[in-house]
């Protein structure tokens, strides 16, 4: 980390918002179209709470835990 410069980090940062802008404007998209809330994988709905703090979420918890 002692190597990066500030337009690195910067950088870096700028790319994660990017990909994060991208995956919230997905989640509209799921809005509109009728899917928000619903789980990629098994179509089970994805709790609230988990929404509330990953808003561009796409699979439930159960899900999530059998990737790992």
Known sequence: ?????????NEARLADTKRRLERLTNALARMDAGTYGLCIRCGRSIPPGRLQAVPESLICVPCAEKKR
């Open 1 to 9: 980390l002692k190597g990066l410069s500030k337009l690195d980090v």
